[in-house]
């Protein structure tokens, strides 16, 4: 029965697809293969039907290549990358010969209709040189605010600019942080990008924390309510071909970090639990799940101080299969963080006792689906023909990354419009809307003798230091932070929240000599009493430009936000603080919530 009802859905699909395929390029052939209609492309059926089809067509190498999620770089005019020999695969070698389908798109977008093309390009060429044509989803870092930092997130460049999740937070906003979340949405859709490696819902418990900026802060109730809307925004209510795939991060909470340094490196793998806190850190991640959170990311930590094994969590059994899985019940993919094979560049897990091999074996049997920033099909293949990894483990996983591309929407249309692509990134609504958040999240922490905004404009003088339109532009007074070396470590802020002696008495001079509106971009909570007692203004910025920086001073818009996190008054005061426990900083210069408001105008 069930056979005769497929082959005649088939005969349906071959009537449906030529149909397509007389409208020109948005059809889709079945890719290189024989069967021109096979079931996993009939739209009719249901995505387990078509799951189960296409498995079951699939070679040991296609299903290892579903495994892994990778950059992909654009090539010049939005053509195929080549690749650069000893540091990265060409394209066509990595969906030809690796069957890779999976990517994270680096780089800046400047150029929405060339990245469509582009996107278009790389579907139509998995179309036409592979086997079963199955189609890319294409993933991204943030790229909705200020940050640019390959490991991490990229600036808006044509898309509309907001301020980075620590501003939404501020705004203490759940419709705003929906509609952001919708916006965001709407110009992935249109130049092909289908998953977000983002909501960041870690809890800034640990101040000291190189990541701090791209979360919801340091209250679990506060982030789990952000999320919740996050999430909804960019996967709509139901998930489907009009939905972005969101991965939640980083599992079970990357705050906790001990000494406040970051796992990206050898010397900051230890998450740590003095306060035996893990749970509160559980509480976003069990909202995530709750809303329906497709996807979730481990991160590069060790616990050390609970009851779990002292691996990373990419490799932890216990903490992906038996907390994830089997206690939160979470049944979605699980992907892990960049490079946990590979001893690349940007070093994942310092692991120097296993091989490649092993490595690989672990993260499959912690129970995750794929390997993030890695192309080693070949180590699946390899311990599948050894009998490490049963087959029928792989297809656990292939089944929920396959149900991700059907949900998706695409099989049935991998293509999007160029034209509209470049009508929708960067239109005028968005940029105004994010443009007002910016204005809206700046937090007023001191205002002495009510300085802000200022009056009088065109009576008075102005020492602005260092200023041209470039420097306003950069306008980088942020918050403290230790230089590191190394091309990857430099950019992150780790190390110290106070300013050295030097700085502290540089700045104390110019407070002595001019009333000294300060702008502070609040990457992590700056241990600054000096600045908020001297100086005549104190604003917290977690991401804005030029103008709303004007804006706010002059009056033009008003701050709205509240902090995020408590600002904490020394190092010594962040030291005597537990990694895994919020709010626990003594005598706090500014507490979570505090945010001063200007005085309605006379
Ligand atoms: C290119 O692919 C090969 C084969 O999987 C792999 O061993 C190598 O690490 C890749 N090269 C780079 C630079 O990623
Ligand atoms: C991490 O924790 C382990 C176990 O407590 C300890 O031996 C090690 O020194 C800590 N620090 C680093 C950087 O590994
Ligand atoms: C503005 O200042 C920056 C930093 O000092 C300098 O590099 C740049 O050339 C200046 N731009 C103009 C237009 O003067």
Redesign the pocket.
């Known amino acids: 029965m069930a056979i005769h009802r497929k082959s005649l859905r088939a005969i349906l699909g071959l009537i449906t697809l030529s149909t397509l395929l007389t409208m020109g390029p948005l059809g889709v052939s079945a890719g290189n293969g024989q069967d021109a209609t096979p079931p996993y492309r009939d739209a009719s059926l249901s995505v387990d039907e078509r799951v189960d089809d296409l498995l079951q067509r699939m070679t040991l190498e296609e299903k290892a290549g579903q495994m892994f999620h990778s950059q992909l770089n654009m090539g010049p005019d939005g053509t195929l990358d080549q690749g650069v020999p000893g540091t990265r695969n060409n394209t066509d070698f990595m969906l030809g010969t690796q069957m890779l389908t999976h990517f994270n798109l680096v780089g800046e977008i400047l150029d929405a209709r060339q990245t469509a093309e582009f996107v278009n390009r790389v579907q139509q060429h998995i179309l036409d040189t592979t086997r079963l044509g199955i189609p890319l989803t294409l993933s991204t870092d943030p790229r909705h605010a200020f940050t640019e930092n390959i490991g991490t997130g990229f600036r808006a460049g044509r898309f509309s600019q907001w301020p980075e999740t620590l501003g939404l937070a501020a705004l203490r906003d759940a419709k705003l942080v929906r509609r952001f979340a919708e916006v965001a949405r709407a110009e992935y859709l249109a130049v092909g990008i289908r998953a977000a490696l983002h909501p960041q819902v870690d809890l800034t418990t640990e101040p000291r924390w190189a990541r701090i900026s791209g979360t919801f802060g340091e209250d679990a109730d506060l982030t789990a309510e952000m999320l919740s809307a996050y999430i909804l925004g960019l996967q709509g209510e139901t998930f489907g071909p009009g939905s972005i795939a969101t991965v939640t991060k980083h599992f079970p909470g990357g705050g906790p970090m ?1 000494n406040g ?1 970051d796992s990206h490196f ?5 998450q ?1 639990y003095p306060g035996k806190n893990l749970e509160y850190h559980l509480i976003p991640f069990k909202a995530a799940i709750a809303v329906g959170a497709r996807q979730m990311m481990p991160y590069y930590s ?1 616990p ?2 609970t009851e779990y094994d ?1 691996v990373g969590f990419g490799f932890n059994k216990g903490i992906v299969t038996g907390l994830l899985r089997e206690e939160l019940g979470f049944d979605g993919v699980v992907v892990t963080d960049w490079g946990l094979i590979t001893d690349a560049n940007i070093l994942g897990q310092d692991m120097p006792h296993l091989t490649e091999l092993e490595r690989a074996a672990m993260v499959i049997e912690a129970g995750c689906d794929q390997f993030g920033g890695e192309t080693r099909p070949e180590l699946i293949v390899q311990l599948v023909k050894e009998g490490i990894v049963a087959e029928s483990r792989l297809d656990v996983s292939i089944r929920r990354l396959l149900r991700e591309k059907f949900l998706l929407g695409l099989f049935d249309n991998p293509f999007v419009d160029a034209d509209a692509a470049d009508q929708i990134v960067g239109r005028q609504e968005y940029v105004d809307e994010g443009a007002a958040a910016q204005r809206r999240a700046y937090t007023l922490l001191t205002n002495h003798d009510d300085v802000l905004p200022l009056k009088d404009t065109a009576n008075k003088k102005f020492y602005i230091e260092g200023f041209n339109a470039t420097c306003l532009e950069r306008r980088d007074l942020t918050a403290p932070f230790e230089p590191r070396s190394g091309g990857f470590e430099s950019r992150y802020h780790a190390g110290s929240l106070e300013y050295s002696a030097q700085e502290r008495e540089r700045q104390a001079a110019i407070y002595t000599a001019v009333p000294t509106v300060v702008d502070m971009t609040m990457d992590r909570p700056a241990a600054v009493p000096e600045v908020a007692e001297n100086a005549a203004a104190l604003l917290a910025n977690f991401g804005s430009g030029p103008d709303a920086f004007l804006d706010v001073v002059l009056g033009v818009a008003a701050p709205e936000g509240k902090l995020p996190f408590d600002m904490p008054r020394s190092m010594e005061a962040v030291e005597a603080q537990m990694e895994d426990v919020p709010f626990d900083t003594v005598d706090p210069v500014f507490k979570f919530g505090h945010g001063l408001r200007y005085k309605a105008a006379a």
């Open positions: 001990e340094e050898a010397y900051g793998k230890n740590t060790r050390i101080g002292p």
